[in-house]
């Protein structure tokens, strides 16, 4: 299996996606902003489609929309303070929407398929280069901010009163989620890469203490599951996204399982 | 330290604060009473800067903009609403978290800021707790640790939101001596309260409030139970 180099490549990317992901989506879980992911995820398809329609990379059209639509959300959320689901209701179905009509537009459906549910042959150096060039600023980010992201969202009052710029916290984690799910789309795809920043956290919420150790538990969990996941995409010709994610979920029901007993 | 002048608030047509004026000494501690729906909590939410009035002035350490001295605020929010049970993370986490504005970016917690939450987790009866999971104590045990967090970071104003709401005999009086040792070394208090008979013989000033107005405001030692009566149940 290893022996071809796009699953050596697979293997590099899904490694490290399954470390970020989670350090990133345990905050947005916790700040319960989980449908962050669900939403931006809804924007890289559009960016995607935006990139096949006008011929550059579609990771890059995918990048460039979702932070566009991250710091966008920032600004929706000031209009309909206190009812957030508004503002990613109409992101969600705005990308869709023009998503709809951009890929009626474009011939090859296969490429598509391949943006929603991801690809383990997909992945090409370029792509890969990409991943690595986002993932380094994005993992210094989380060490820089970890403690205040931490703070704000244990309380986010609290951390603004004491002087915690909780405005530009706040921004910043938007950005790192829409990074985290531009580089993943490749191999998780558009429609499942929000279970990759949620469903980490979750199972590792119900085994730990404190925030260390569910950092830690999370990564670990996202890691067996992505290398198995692509594994099985391997050997099943399966979509890894629908892989990693049903790994979650057998995981998660193993987790629930063991608590209930 | 704290000076609020013809301060009006409100949340969209609703008025919930009008011309508040108050002034408020360094190594006061004043505490604000009244009954619910009063203004209270949203005084407080003004004084901190978590709302901002529509009309007057709010000063802090003598200034309009006191972002540069936020670092000296700690505030006590309750417990009840601002805190998910099931969130992950431990006593000492909870503790440090006071420590974050003070650290700055990229720096960690050192031995010097764990033998400080050891300290005062050990001042607070809570140092047995200090690695279980903060939903796992009990309430009064709870809002101790949120105290702690607060006190780590040896404030200069000390603003609490109904701290003894929901806890034990026990974890009431730590809070109330740990308050007179914090007055005693010159933080200035502000406390939003229920339990005013406790504390008020501790008080420099009680502020009554009533539909968003400051009634009256009481010296030290001034005020009672007979006054408190007078204020609230003539109407």
Same mark, same amino acid.
């Given at each position: ?139 210094? /980010?989380?060490?820089? $901010?970890? #403690?205040?992201? *931490? &703070? ?8 603004? =009163?004491? %002087? !915690? ?41 119900? /085994?730990?203490?404190? $925030?260390? #150790?569910?950092? *830690? &538990? ?8 992505? =290398?198995? %996941? !692509? ?31 | ?235």
């Amino acid at each position: 299996m290893l022996r071809y180099a796009f699953m050596q490549r697979a293997f590099i990317a899904g490694i490290i996606i399954s470390i970020i992901a989670p350090l990133i989506g345990n905050y947005i879980m916790l700040k319960r902003f989980s449908q962050i992911g669900d939403t931006l995820s809804h924007s890289a398809i559009l960016g995607v489609a935006l990139g096949l329609l006008i011929g550059i990379n579609p990771l890059i059209g995918a990048l460039v929309i979702t932070i566009f639509f991250a710091i966008a959300l920032e600004r929706l959320r000031k209009e309909f303070k206190g009812f957030a689901e508004i503002s990613l209701s109409m992101i969600t179905m705005a990308s869709l929407g023009f998503s709809a009509i951009i890929f009626s537009r474009i011939k090859s459906s296969a490429n598509v398929m391949n943006y929603l549910f991801g690809s383990i042959v997909a992945i090409s150096l370029a792509d890969l280069i990409l991943i690595l060039l986002i993932a380094i600023p994005s993992v210094l /980010l989380i060490l820089i $901010f970890q #403690k205040e992201l *931490l &703070y704000i969202c244990f309380d986010e009052d609290g951390a603004y =009163v004491s %002087g !915690i710029n909780v405005k530009l916290l706040n921004l910043v984690l938007n950005i790192l989620v829409a990074l985290v799910i531009g580089i993943s789309l490749r191999i998780v795809g558009g429609f499942l890469i929000s279970a990759l920043l949620v469903i980490p956290g979750a199972i590792s919420m119900k /085994l730990v203490s404190n $925030f260390r #150790k569910l950092q *830690l &538990y999370s990564v670990l969990i996202s890691l067996f599951s992505v =290398v198995f %996941g !692509i594994i099985l995409s391997f050997y099943l010709n399966i979509s890894p996204g629908g892989s990693i994610v049903v790994i979650f979920t057998c995981l998660y029901a193993i987790t629930e399982f063991k608590k209930g007993m | 330290m704290i000076e609020l002048i013809d301060v009006s608030f409100g949340f969209e047509e609703k008025i919930v604060l009008k011309d508040i004026n108050l002034k408020i000494e360094k190594g006061e501690l004043c505490t604000i009473v009244g009954p619910n729906g009063s203004g209270k909590s949203t005084l407080v939410h003004v004084i901190t800067g978590i709302y901002k009035p529509y009309k007057g002035i709010v000063k802090l350490f003598g200034r309009e903009d006191y972002r540069e001295q936020r670092r000296k605020i700690s505030f006590v929010p309750q417990k009840v609403s601002s805190f998910n049970q099931l969130f992950p993370i431990s006593v000492k986490e909870t503790v440090l978290l006071g420590l974050v504005p003070q650290k700055g970016f990229f720096k960690r917690f050192n031995k010097e800021d764990f033998k400080k939450a050891d300290d005062i987790l050990k001042k607070l009866d809570l140092y047995e707790t200090k690695d279980k999971q903060l939903g796992k104590l009990s309430g009064g045990q709870q809002q101790r640790v949120f105290i702690a967090r607060a006190l780590i970071s040896e404030p200069e104003i000390l603003i609490l939101d109904e701290p003894t709401v929901g806890i034990d005999s026990k974890s009431e009086e730590i809070l109330y001596n740990l308050l007179l040792e914090q007055k005693n070394n010159n933080t200035t208090i502000v406390m939003v309260t229920h339990d005013i008979f406790a504390i008020k013989d501790y008080a420099d000033k009680v502020v009554c409030m009533k539909d968003g107005e400051i009634l009256t405001i009481f010296g030290a030692k001034e005020f009672s139970a007979k006054k408190y009566k007078q204020i609230y149940l003539t109407d």
